[in-house]
Protein backbone atom coordinates (compact mmCIF):
# COMPACT_ATOMS: atom_id res chain seq x y z
CA UNK A 1 0.00 0.00 0.00
CA UNK A 2 2.87 2.34 0.53
CA UNK A 3 3.91 2.12 -3.11
CA UNK A 4 0.67 3.99 -4.27
CA UNK A 5 1.51 7.01 -2.71
CA UNK A 6 4.86 6.76 -3.88
CA UNK A 7 3.73 6.44 -7.21
CA UNK A 8 1.18 9.63 -6.83
CA UNK A 9 4.01 11.79 -6.25
CA UNK A 10 6.17 11.33 -9.16
CA UNK A 11 4.04 13.36 -11.78
CA UNK A 12 4.05 16.32 -9.41
CA UNK A 13 8.05 16.08 -8.88
CA UNK A 14 8.46 15.75 -13.05
CA UNK A 15 6.73 18.68 -12.98
CA UNK A 16 8.54 20.51 -10.49
CA UNK A 17 11.44 19.54 -12.46
CA UNK A 18 10.14 20.29 -15.97
CA UNK A 19 9.39 23.63 -14.51
CA UNK A 20 12.56 24.28 -12.94
CA UNK A 21 13.99 23.85 -16.45
CA UNK A 22 12.28 25.94 -18.00
CA UNK A 23 12.88 28.69 -15.68
CA UNK A 24 16.70 27.39 -16.37
CA UNK A 25 16.38 27.66 -19.87
CA UNK A 26 14.63 31.71 -19.60
CA UNK A 27 17.00 33.04 -17.44
CA UNK A 28 20.16 31.26 -19.96
CA UNK A 29 18.45 32.56 -23.04
CA UNK A 30 17.91 35.71 -20.89
CA UNK A 31 21.58 35.88 -20.36
CA UNK A 32 22.88 34.88 -23.66
CA UNK A 33 20.02 37.14 -25.63
CA UNK A 34 22.10 38.03 -28.76
CA UNK A 35 21.13 41.48 -29.80
CA UNK A 36 21.31 42.55 -25.59
CA UNK A 37 24.55 40.58 -25.32
CA UNK A 38 26.14 42.44 -28.16
CA UNK A 39 25.02 45.75 -27.41
CA UNK A 40 26.68 45.23 -23.35
CA UNK A 41 30.33 43.85 -25.17
CA UNK A 42 30.29 46.86 -27.95
CA UNK A 43 29.30 49.45 -25.35
CA UNK A 44 32.21 48.65 -23.09
CA UNK A 45 34.41 48.27 -26.34
CA UNK A 46 33.41 51.63 -27.42
CA UNK A 47 33.70 53.39 -24.59
CA UNK A 48 37.06 52.14 -23.68
CA UNK A 49 38.04 53.24 -27.10
CA UNK A 50 36.00 56.24 -27.81
CA UNK A 51 33.98 55.41 -30.26
CA UNK A 52 30.47 54.10 -31.47
CA UNK A 53 29.84 50.61 -32.28
CA UNK A 54 27.34 49.42 -34.05
CA UNK A 55 26.11 46.32 -36.50
CA UNK A 56 23.32 45.50 -39.15
CA UNK A 57 21.66 42.34 -38.76
CA UNK A 58 20.91 39.92 -35.72
CA UNK A 59 24.03 38.25 -33.45
CA UNK A 60 24.14 34.74 -32.70
CA UNK A 61 26.08 32.98 -30.23
CA UNK A 62 27.23 29.34 -29.60
CA UNK A 63 27.96 27.66 -26.53
CA UNK A 64 30.73 25.14 -27.08
CA UNK A 65 33.60 24.68 -27.27
CA UNK A 66 33.28 28.44 -25.50
CA UNK A 67 30.64 30.62 -25.50
CA UNK A 68 31.17 32.95 -28.79
CA UNK A 69 29.09 35.89 -29.94
CA UNK A 70 29.31 36.32 -33.35
CA UNK A 71 28.32 40.07 -34.76
CA UNK A 72 27.34 40.67 -38.35
CA UNK A 73 28.60 44.04 -40.43
CA UNK A 74 30.07 45.44 -37.83
CA UNK A 75 30.50 49.24 -38.12
CA UNK A 76 32.69 51.43 -35.79
CA UNK A 77 33.47 55.28 -36.09
CA UNK A 78 34.51 58.52 -34.20
CA UNK A 79 31.87 60.34 -32.27
CA UNK A 80 29.87 62.50 -35.49
CA UNK A 81 31.70 61.39 -37.97
CA UNK A 82 30.82 60.55 -41.57
CA UNK A 83 33.21 58.12 -42.36
CA UNK A 84 33.48 54.89 -40.35
CA UNK A 85 36.90 54.01 -39.00
CA UNK A 86 36.62 50.14 -39.22
CA UNK A 87 34.12 47.97 -41.05
CA UNK A 88 33.74 44.38 -40.61
CA UNK A 89 31.70 41.49 -42.15
CA UNK A 90 31.68 39.57 -39.60
CA UNK A 91 32.94 39.84 -36.03
CA UNK A 92 32.97 36.58 -33.69
CA UNK A 93 33.46 37.58 -29.94
CA UNK A 94 34.44 34.60 -27.38
CA UNK A 95 33.51 35.38 -23.43
CA UNK A 96 34.03 33.71 -20.51
CA UNK A 97 30.95 32.65 -18.43
CA UNK A 98 31.86 35.63 -16.00
CA UNK A 99 30.89 38.15 -18.60
CA UNK A 100 27.90 36.21 -19.54
CA UNK A 101 26.70 35.98 -15.75
CA UNK A 102 27.39 39.80 -15.81
CA UNK A 103 29.70 39.43 -12.39
CA UNK A 104 32.18 42.25 -13.26
CA UNK A 105 33.65 43.96 -15.68
CA UNK A 106 33.25 42.46 -19.45
CA UNK A 107 36.04 40.92 -20.44
CA UNK A 108 37.07 39.15 -23.94
CA UNK A 109 39.21 36.12 -24.44
CA UNK A 110 39.14 35.81 -28.12
CA UNK A 111 38.34 37.95 -31.23
CA UNK A 112 38.19 37.00 -35.02
CA UNK A 113 37.58 39.34 -37.49
CA UNK A 114 35.91 38.56 -41.05
CA UNK A 115 37.06 41.29 -44.29
CA UNK A 116 37.88 43.82 -41.79
CA UNK A 117 38.62 47.48 -43.54
CA UNK A 118 40.65 50.24 -41.86
CA UNK A 119 41.09 53.57 -43.26
CA UNK A 120 43.87 55.38 -42.36
CA UNK A 121 42.69 58.67 -42.79
CA UNK A 122 39.99 58.56 -40.16
CA UNK A 123 42.14 56.55 -38.07
CA UNK A 124 44.77 59.53 -37.77
CA UNK A 125 41.49 61.93 -37.17
CA UNK A 126 40.37 60.01 -34.34
CA UNK A 127 44.05 59.46 -32.95
CA UNK A 128 43.93 63.55 -33.17
CA UNK A 129 41.00 64.15 -31.64
CA UNK A 130 42.03 62.02 -28.25
CA UNK A 131 43.22 63.28 -25.54
CA UNK A 132 46.33 62.26 -24.30
CA UNK A 133 44.75 60.40 -21.30
CA UNK A 134 42.12 58.47 -23.78
CA UNK A 135 45.47 57.03 -25.90
CA UNK A 136 45.15 53.23 -27.50
CA UNK A 137 44.49 50.79 -24.75
CA UNK A 138 45.02 47.27 -25.99
CA UNK A 139 42.90 44.84 -24.90
CA UNK A 140 43.96 41.48 -23.06
CA UNK A 141 43.10 38.59 -25.58
CA UNK A 142 44.08 35.24 -23.93
CA UNK A 143 42.82 33.42 -26.56
CA UNK A 144 44.41 35.75 -29.06
CA UNK A 145 43.31 37.04 -32.33
CA UNK A 146 42.10 36.27 -35.55
CA UNK A 147 42.13 38.67 -38.35
CA UNK A 148 41.30 37.12 -41.98
CA UNK A 149 40.76 39.05 -45.50
CA UNK A 150 41.65 42.26 -43.69
CA UNK A 151 41.82 45.68 -45.98
CA UNK A 152 44.30 48.91 -44.95
CA UNK A 153 43.49 51.54 -47.13
CA UNK A 154 46.20 54.56 -47.41
CA UNK A 155 46.65 57.36 -49.65
CA UNK A 156 47.73 55.73 -53.07
CA UNK A 157 48.11 52.09 -51.80
CA UNK A 158 46.68 49.94 -49.92
CA UNK A 159 47.04 46.52 -47.75
CA UNK A 160 44.82 43.82 -49.27
CA UNK A 161 43.88 40.25 -48.27
CA UNK A 162 45.37 41.07 -44.80
CA UNK A 163 45.83 37.54 -42.01
CA UNK A 164 46.76 38.09 -38.53
CA UNK A 165 47.07 34.87 -36.49
CA UNK A 166 48.25 35.69 -33.09
CA UNK A 167 47.58 33.28 -30.45
CA UNK A 168 47.51 35.47 -27.13
CA UNK A 169 47.76 39.61 -26.37
CA UNK A 170 48.61 40.67 -23.13
CA UNK A 171 49.92 44.38 -23.42
CA UNK A 172 53.20 45.16 -22.73
CA UNK A 173 53.76 41.66 -23.17
CA UNK A 174 55.72 39.56 -26.21
CA UNK A 175 53.79 38.97 -28.72
CA UNK A 176 54.41 36.87 -31.86
CA UNK A 177 52.62 36.71 -34.83
CA UNK A 178 52.07 35.07 -38.61
CA UNK A 179 51.09 37.97 -40.89
CA UNK A 180 50.34 37.75 -44.79
CA UNK A 181 49.05 39.88 -47.07
CA UNK A 182 49.66 42.24 -50.49
CA UNK A 183 50.77 45.85 -50.50
CA UNK A 184 49.27 47.37 -53.72
CA UNK A 185 50.01 50.39 -55.57
CA UNK A 186 48.89 51.31 -58.98
CA UNK A 187 49.88 47.95 -60.63
CA UNK A 188 52.88 47.08 -58.47
CA UNK A 189 51.91 44.25 -55.80
CA UNK A 190 53.97 43.04 -53.15
CA UNK A 191 52.90 39.56 -51.86
CA UNK A 192 54.22 38.95 -48.15
CA UNK A 193 54.51 36.26 -45.25
CA UNK A 194 56.08 34.81 -42.02
CA UNK A 195 56.40 35.67 -38.53
CA UNK A 196 56.28 39.42 -36.82
CA UNK A 197 58.15 39.45 -33.16
CA UNK A 198 57.07 42.19 -31.25
CA UNK A 199 58.75 42.57 -27.65
CA UNK A 200 56.42 43.92 -25.80
CA UNK A 201 52.75 44.28 -27.00
CA UNK A 202 51.37 47.91 -27.98
CA UNK A 203 52.02 50.34 -30.26
CA UNK A 204 55.34 50.69 -29.53
CA UNK A 205 57.75 48.09 -29.31
CA UNK A 206 60.80 46.77 -30.74
CA UNK A 207 60.01 44.30 -33.48
CA UNK A 208 61.51 41.30 -35.90
CA UNK A 209 59.88 39.86 -39.13
CA UNK A 210 61.68 37.14 -41.06
CA UNK A 211 59.27 36.40 -44.06
CA UNK A 212 59.24 35.89 -48.00
CA UNK A 213 57.01 37.08 -50.54
CA UNK A 214 56.53 38.18 -54.37
CA UNK A 215 56.82 41.31 -56.45
CA UNK A 216 54.33 41.35 -59.20
CA UNK A 217 53.92 44.16 -61.81
CA UNK A 218 53.26 44.17 -65.44
CA UNK A 219 55.08 40.88 -66.52
CA UNK A 220 57.60 40.93 -63.31
CA UNK A 221 56.84 38.01 -60.86
CA UNK A 222 59.93 37.37 -58.96
CA UNK A 223 60.23 36.06 -55.21
CA UNK A 224 61.82 37.55 -51.97
CA UNK A 225 63.08 36.95 -49.08
CA UNK A 226 63.68 39.35 -46.33
CA UNK A 227 64.54 40.14 -42.22
CA UNK A 228 64.61 43.09 -40.39
CA UNK A 229 65.10 43.79 -36.50
CA UNK A 230 64.48 46.92 -35.19
CA UNK A 231 61.83 49.39 -33.51
CA UNK A 232 58.28 50.69 -34.06
CA UNK A 233 56.06 53.82 -33.24
CA UNK A 234 52.41 54.27 -33.68
CA UNK A 235 51.07 56.53 -31.16
CA UNK A 236 51.42 59.91 -32.35
CA UNK A 237 50.51 61.77 -35.41
CA UNK A 238 53.25 59.74 -37.77
CA UNK A 239 54.03 56.48 -37.59
CA UNK A 240 57.57 55.56 -37.08
CA UNK A 241 60.08 52.52 -38.03
CA UNK A 242 63.56 52.59 -37.46
CA UNK A 243 65.39 49.61 -38.97
CA UNK A 244 69.15 49.19 -38.18
CA UNK A 245 69.04 45.99 -39.37
CA UNK A 246 67.73 44.67 -42.64
CA UNK A 247 68.51 42.18 -45.27
CA UNK A 248 66.48 41.12 -48.40
CA UNK A 249 67.41 39.24 -51.50
CA UNK A 250 65.18 38.51 -54.33
CA UNK A 251 65.34 36.64 -57.72
CA UNK A 252 66.87 38.66 -60.20
CA UNK A 253 65.68 40.95 -61.67
CA UNK A 254 65.60 42.51 -57.78
CA UNK A 255 68.77 43.14 -55.73
CA UNK A 256 70.19 41.84 -52.73
CA UNK A 257 70.63 44.57 -50.00
CA UNK A 258 72.05 44.61 -46.74
CA UNK A 259 72.41 47.35 -44.44
CA UNK A 260 69.44 49.57 -42.25
CA UNK A 261 66.65 51.91 -42.92
CA UNK A 262 63.84 53.97 -41.12
CA UNK A 263 60.49 54.99 -42.54
CA UNK A 264 58.31 57.93 -41.07
CA UNK A 265 54.74 58.14 -41.94
CA UNK A 266 52.52 60.76 -41.21
CA UNK A 267 51.55 63.47 -43.93
CA UNK A 268 54.00 62.90 -45.84
CA UNK A 269 56.33 60.13 -46.38
CA UNK A 270 59.99 59.66 -45.93
CA UNK A 271 61.89 56.72 -46.25
CA UNK A 272 65.81 56.33 -46.29
CA UNK A 273 68.36 53.03 -46.96
CA UNK A 274 71.78 52.74 -46.53
CA UNK A 275 73.62 49.95 -47.40
CA UNK A 276 74.61 47.52 -49.84
CA UNK A 277 74.36 45.73 -52.75
CA UNK A 278 76.57 42.49 -52.85
CA UNK A 279 76.29 42.20 -55.69
CA UNK A 280 74.97 43.55 -59.40
CA UNK A 281 71.92 41.61 -60.64
CA UNK A 282 72.42 39.21 -63.11
CA UNK A 283 69.51 39.72 -64.93
CA UNK A 284 70.49 44.01 -64.99
CA UNK A 285 72.43 45.35 -67.79
CA UNK A 286 75.95 44.36 -67.72
CA UNK A 287 77.98 47.85 -66.16
CA UNK A 288 81.09 48.82 -68.31
CA UNK A 289 84.45 47.57 -67.08
CA UNK A 290 86.23 48.08 -64.44
CA UNK A 291 83.11 48.45 -62.32
CA UNK A 292 81.77 44.74 -63.91
CA UNK A 293 85.06 43.05 -62.45
CA UNK A 294 85.26 44.81 -59.24
CA UNK A 295 85.22 42.24 -56.11
CA UNK A 296 83.88 45.26 -53.64
CA UNK A 297 79.95 45.43 -52.87
CA UNK A 298 77.65 48.43 -54.28
CA UNK A 299 77.29 51.31 -51.17
CA UNK A 300 73.91 52.55 -52.01
CA UNK A 301 71.74 55.30 -50.33
CA UNK A 302 68.30 55.72 -51.06
CA UNK A 303 66.17 58.79 -49.81
CA UNK A 304 62.32 59.37 -50.74
CA UNK A 305 60.55 62.79 -49.20
CA UNK A 306 57.25 63.39 -50.34
CA UNK A 307 53.75 62.83 -50.89
CA UNK A 308 52.89 59.49 -49.99
CA UNK A 309 52.08 58.18 -52.85
CA UNK A 310 55.66 58.58 -54.52
CA UNK A 311 55.13 60.66 -56.67
CA UNK A 312 58.42 62.51 -55.71
CA UNK A 313 61.42 61.15 -57.48
CA UNK A 314 63.94 59.33 -55.13
CA UNK A 315 67.44 60.25 -54.72
CA UNK A 316 69.62 57.48 -55.49
CA UNK A 317 73.67 57.66 -54.34
CA UNK A 318 75.72 54.68 -55.12
CA UNK A 319 79.37 54.37 -54.91
CA UNK A 320 81.47 51.15 -55.61
CA UNK A 321 86.13 51.48 -56.99
CA UNK A 322 86.09 55.23 -56.59
CA UNK A 323 83.36 55.25 -59.11
CA UNK A 324 80.00 57.55 -57.94
CA UNK A 325 76.52 58.08 -58.71
CA UNK A 326 74.30 60.98 -57.73
CA UNK A 327 70.86 60.60 -59.04
CA UNK A 328 66.99 61.00 -58.67
CA UNK A 329 64.62 58.56 -60.45
CA UNK A 330 60.82 58.28 -60.23
CA UNK A 331 59.47 55.27 -59.19
CA UNK A 332 57.09 54.52 -61.74
CA UNK A 333 59.93 54.83 -64.40
CA UNK A 334 62.13 52.61 -62.10
CA UNK A 335 59.90 49.56 -61.53
CA UNK A 336 59.36 49.79 -65.79
CA UNK A 337 62.90 49.66 -65.83
CA UNK A 338 63.12 46.59 -63.39
CA UNK A 339 60.22 44.66 -65.54
CA UNK A 340 62.45 45.68 -69.17
CA UNK A 341 64.88 42.44 -70.14
CA UNK A 342 67.02 44.51 -72.23
CA UNK A 343 67.10 47.76 -71.92
CA UNK A 344 69.56 50.29 -70.16
CA UNK A 345 72.56 49.62 -67.94
CA UNK A 346 71.00 52.29 -65.55
CA UNK A 347 67.87 52.82 -65.00
CA UNK A 348 65.87 56.08 -65.67
CA UNK A 349 67.49 59.26 -63.72
CA UNK A 350 69.04 62.03 -64.13
CA UNK A 351 72.12 62.51 -62.02
CA UNK A 352 76.08 62.78 -62.49
CA UNK A 353 77.95 59.72 -62.80
CA UNK A 354 82.00 60.00 -61.90
CA UNK A 355 84.87 57.23 -62.26
CA UNK A 356 88.51 56.85 -62.54
CA UNK A 357 88.25 55.16 -65.59
CA UNK A 358 85.40 53.44 -68.20
CA UNK A 359 85.66 50.88 -71.12
CA UNK A 360 83.19 51.54 -73.41
CA UNK A 361 82.86 49.85 -75.97
CA UNK A 362 85.99 48.84 -76.05
CA UNK A 363 87.56 52.50 -75.73
CA UNK A 364 89.02 53.27 -72.27
CA UNK A 365 88.08 56.77 -70.74
CA UNK A 366 89.94 58.16 -67.59
CA UNK A 367 88.45 60.78 -65.24
CA UNK A 368 85.03 60.06 -66.70
CA UNK A 369 81.97 62.55 -65.85
CA UNK A 370 79.07 61.78 -67.72
CA UNK A 371 75.83 63.78 -66.93
CA UNK A 372 72.73 61.93 -67.49
CA UNK A 373 69.18 63.32 -68.06
CA UNK A 374 67.06 60.27 -69.27
CA UNK A 375 67.02 62.20 -72.76
CA UNK A 376 69.09 61.30 -75.86
CA UNK A 377 72.16 63.74 -76.02
CA UNK A 378 74.78 63.92 -78.58
CA UNK A 379 77.73 64.25 -76.25
CA UNK A 380 77.05 62.48 -72.91
CA UNK A 381 80.43 61.37 -71.97
CA UNK A 382 83.90 63.37 -71.67
CA UNK A 383 87.37 61.78 -70.54
CA UNK A 384 90.82 61.52 -71.23
CA UNK A 385 93.71 59.55 -71.08
Same mark, same amino acid.
Do not use: C
Given at each position: ?169 ? %?? =?? +? !? /?????? &??? #????? $??? *? %?? =?? +? !? /?????? &??? #????? $??? *? ?167
Amino acid at each position: MTDAPRKRRWPKILAVLALLALLAAWWVDRQLEPVRLANTVLSALGESQGLDLGFTGTPEYALRPEPRLRIPRLVARQPGAAAPLVTASEVEVSLPWSTIWGDGPVVITRIALESPALDLAALEAWQSGRPPSGAFELPTLTKGLSVHGGRLQGLGWSLQQLSIQLPTLS %PG =EP +A !Q /AEVSGE &LHR #DDLVL $VFA *G %PL =EL +A !Q /AGLDSP &LRF #DGAGR $VRT *GSLDAPWLARFEGTMALSGPTMMLELPALSFRGESPLPAFKGGGALAYGDTLSLRLAGTLPEWPGAWPALPEPLAGAPAPIALELVYDGATDFSAPLQLDARREGASLQSQVPVPALLAWLEDDGGQALPPLTGTLEAPSLVIEGVELEGVRITLDDEPADDAATGEE
